[in-house]
């Protein structure tokens, strides 16, 4: 029998994506264990590979729904299988200090403080514009929000911001950052700056760390967060990071790091992937950027081919796209239908109402992953959105024709790495 309080956090409030993922969890696209079945049907719709009387019967889910990134495998498999990775030293499997061992916050101080230029080595004790289109971010919307807040009797406490942003891909200009610091600083208000996508940046674009500016409006209330989930592609690994210089905060996350340590054989096996420069900056690094910056634009082709546009994004592992025009009615029901559809016919994305955006009809799409999972997506996406029943209904896209991607060439190139060794106090890294 569960308290009230267990109960309320048994049942939860799964949403469409949830469901939707445990969908594919049963029944993932597999080229080999699960692959699609092609029946010859003459007259059949064509495919964009040469099989036009071939109907594809749709099976295993093929997701770009969710943001993970499968591009790198190859390169992380052959790096974690070296030697240096096999470590059995006793205290990495003893009680563990819950801020993460010292000789891997000291890593990931130097990791940060390299791969965010910030301007000084950052504490291993302190880690525990121009509107371009309708979605980006300003200080004046920020301010209408809390105004209208305040007006409901809603105390805000916090700005979370996403840089790059999840699901626009946008990268904050560092005088936007500033002004949104600024913003919350004038409110009081705490900034947890969730960078989990600092170097998954694929365009030539400058992305700036909050952690690169030289000085902070409220130090105090500025909390950064990264992991390893999406630069690495290890979202299996959940090994989190934060870097806060308040001290209550880092007391209470140590409280709760308590039952959600990173084991030892994980610290070591990280360390090693964060201390080899080498292989980081001339191998992984940019053979991420290079593949990210293919496949997002053999997605983003292949969407306009089917007269889907996206917003140009330049970080993060997925675009955002507008399908406004294929909803029965320009609703949320109309957008949870469509996206149902295509879930039925075995394609995942994810709809826009699951990042609370205001417009119906934006759904978010996860290029990282193999050729042929993108190529099934807009095979399976031009035989849905194009047979009868789902004809362009609603047409409504002017507000962002002008910022819709056009895919460039890749160019390749890595942050600035000047390692610098501070071992001395470790008190702020906290890891989870
Ligand atoms: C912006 C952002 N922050 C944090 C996370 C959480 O990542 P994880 O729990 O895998 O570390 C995600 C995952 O999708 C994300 O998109």
């Known amino acids: 029998m569960l308290s009230a309080r267990g109960a309320r956090i048994a049942v939860g409030v799964p949403g469409p994506q949830d469901r939707g993922f445990a969908l594919y969890a049963a029944d993932p696209f597999d080229r080999e264990r699960n692959p699609e079945v092609r029946e010859a049907a003459p007259g059949a719709a064509g495919s964009r590979r040469g099989s036009a009387a071939q109907c594809p019967l749709f099976q295993g889910i093929v997701n770009l729904g969710t943001s993970e990134n499968r591009l790198c495998f190859d390169l992380i498999e052959e790096r974690l299988t070296r030697p240096d990775m096999n470590c059995l030293e006793p205290d990495l499997f003893q009680y563990p200090d ?36 309708p979605f980006q971010l300003t200080v004046e919307k920020l301010e209408a929000a809390i105004q209208r807040a305040k007006e409901q009797g809603i105390r805000v406490r916090i700005l979370v911001l996403i840089n790059p942003n999840n699901p626009v891909g946008d990268i904050y200009p560092a005088q936007l950052l500033k002004e949104c610091l600024e913003f919350a600083h004038r409110h009081e208000l705490h900034v947890i700056m969730d960078e989990i996508y600092m170097l998954s940046v694929y365009d030539d674009i400058t992305f700036t760390s909050v952690l690169s500016l030289d000085s902070l ?20 690994i959940r090994v989190g990071v934060l870097h806060t210089q308040n001290h209550e905060i880092q007391k209470a996350v140590n409280q709760l790091a308590v039952f959600h340590g990173c084991p030892g054989p994980v610290q070591h096996v990280l360390s090693q992937l964060l201390k080899d420069r080498d292989w980081l900056d001339n191998v992984f690094f940019p053979t991420n950027k290079k593949r990210l910056k293919e496949a997002q634009n053999l997605l983003v082709d292949g969407l306009a081919d089917i007269g889907i546009p996206v917003l140009k994004s330049s970080g993060g592992l997925f675009v955002w796209a507008d399908f406004r025009k294929f909803l029965k009615s320009p609703t949320f029901e109309a957008e949870l239908e469509l996206w149902q559809k295509l879930l039925d016919k075995k394609l995942l994305i994810s709809p826009g109402k699951a990042f609370y955006c205001y417009e119906p009809g934006w759904f978010r799409l996860v290029f990282s992953d193999s050729v042929d999972k993108i190529y099934l997506c807009i095979e399976r996406l031009q035989q849905m959105l194009h047979t009868d029943d ?42 989870f």
């Open 98 to 133: 819950t801020q993460g061992a010292r000789s891997f916050r000291e890593e990931i101080a130097k990791f940060l403080t390299d791969y965010t230029r910030a301007p000084e080595e950052l504490r291993p004790e302190h880690v525990s514009n121009e509107e371009s289109h």
């Open 217 to 236: 409006p409220d130090p105090e209330r500025t909390h950064f967060m990264w992991g390893f989930s999406k630069d690495f592609g290890m979202s299996g």
């Open 390 to 431: 789902a004809k362009p209904v609603v047409n409504n896209t002017s507000s962002t024709a002008d910022s819709s991607c056009s895919p460039e060439e890749d160019s390749s190139g890595t942050p600035s790495n000047t390692p610098q060794d501070d071992a001395s106090q470790l008190k702020n890294i906290l890891v």
